[in-house]
């Protein structure tokens, strides 16, 4: 089974803070995604990788950035933490061809305080 | 833009009742439709896929869809709920290489 794995499952920072949210897939998929959660928005993309170094703006970038060093890792970062950056995140990866689904994370509930 | 909405934010049925979670789609060219379910605290799970072919698709859970091309849509069923089918259900395009969510039904299941 594919496994994607966001690295902490709930985490506090303090506004202005430079935070680093992790996902790990293990199953080669070339695609990879960072979703925000909030409700009644559903999820929000913020950026994808569709290839190592590769990045692509979602619809809400404003305020995050990404790096994809190694195709296994696809890692969010939060510049300067708000507290209107509080909420769910969540990582997917999925396979390069077209009709094929999309594997999430657990999910990273973020509070910035 | 490619799209999907929710019309409905919740849906309640009682247990061993049918149940049809709504979806409607705003796509160019042919469609790549999917359904996920998202329980507390969790992240999303894959329920089923419409790639192309029959319009009836059945996937995990007891779940099936039904893709209408006439209606844009791509209505979630089960022919009995049960009390652990609770939970949030969304539904999802694939326009290029990203996927567009829909704003997620929570749906509730009782006794």
């Known amino acids: 089974d594919v496994k994607v794995t966001q690295s902490s499952r709930y985490l506090v920072k303090r506004t202005g803070e430079k935070v680093f949210l992790e996902c790990v897939q293990d199953?080669?998929?070339?695609?990879m995604f960072w979703y925000r959660q909030d409700p009644g928005l559903g999820l929000r993309l913020i950026y994808f990788?569709?290839?190592?170094?590769?990045?692509e703006k979602g619809d809400i970038p404003e305020g995050y950035s990404v790096s994809r060093e190694k195709k296994e890792r696809f890692s969010l970062i939060l510049e300067s933490a708000s507290t209107n950056q509080t909420s769910m995140y969540l990582c997917?990866?999925?396979?390069?061809?077209?009709?094929?689904?999309?594997?999430f994370g657990q999910g990273t509930r973020l509070t910035v305080v | 833009a490619q799209s999907v909405a929710q019309p409905e934010d919740q849906v309640n049925v009682a247990e061993g009742n049918p149940l049809t979670v709504k979806c409607t789609y705003s796509v160019s060219g042919n469609p790549y439709l999917f359904w996920y379910v998202q329980y507390p605290n969790r992240g999303l799970q894959f329920l089923l896929k419409y790639i192309t072919g029959d319009n009836l698709v059945k996937g995990s859970y007891g779940f099936e869809a039904e893709f209408n091309k006439s209606q844009t849509s791509f209505h979630l069923k089960k022919p009995s709920a049960l009390v652990s089918d609770s939970a949030l259900y969304f539904c999802?395009?694939?326009?290029?290489?990203?996927?567009?969510f829909g704003a997620g039904t929570r749906l509730t299941v009782k006794p």
């Open positions: 990788s569709y290839d190592v170094k590769m990045k």
């Open positions: 999802a395009v694939r326009p290029f290489y990203d996927m567009r």
């Open positions: 997917a990866s999925r396979e390069r061809l077209s009709n094929t689904e999309a594997f």
């Open positions: 199953m080669d998929h070339e695609n």
